[in-house]
């Protein structure tokens, strides 16, 4: 059993960089593949970054390649999400999950979420 918590989202001008953190308590968190996931209003969630247990592989989205890092600490339970040159478009809900051994960009695969934190990027 896992349990996810977010924090770190805010209200950010265009431009701006954000770190979002996930707090992870439960045992064996380096055996968690990590995600982060993002739900604007009215569309469906979408998958942003994902890393495997160990860091060693990461996984992004087309849409923030090159301005997004996904990262961890696993002796601190933690997962972060550091956003640069943020954009209208990633105003959202961001959710951080996890999943039992690798990493996946597939949202039903993860068995653990948080409660999400909210960005939002004005003009």
């Known amino acids: 059993q896992v349990k996810l918590a977010e924090s770190g989202g805010g209200l950010v001008q265009a431009g701006d960089s954000l770190r979002l953190s996930c707090a992870a308590s439960?045992?064996?968190?380096?055996?968690?593949?990590m995600g982060w996931f993002r739900q604007a209003p009215g569309k469906e969630r979408e998958f942003v970054a994902a890393?495997?247990?160990?860091?060693?592989?990461?996984n992004y989205a087309d849409f923030v390649k090159g301005r997004f890092t996904i990262s961890r600490d696993n002796a601190k339970n933690m997962a972060y999400l550091q956003m640069n040159s943020l954009k209208l478009e990633d105003t959202a809900v961001y959710y951080c999950?996890?999943?039992?051994?690798?990493?996946?960009?597939?949202?039903?695969?993860?068995?653990?979420w948080g409660q999400g934190t909210q960005v939002t990027v004005s003009s």
């Open positions: 439960g045992r064996s968190f380096s055996r968690y593949g």
């Open positions: 890393i495997t247990g160990t860091g060693g592989s990461t």
């Open positions: 999950a996890a999943v039992l051994w690798r990493a996946t960009m597939t949202e039903k695969e993860y068995a653990y």
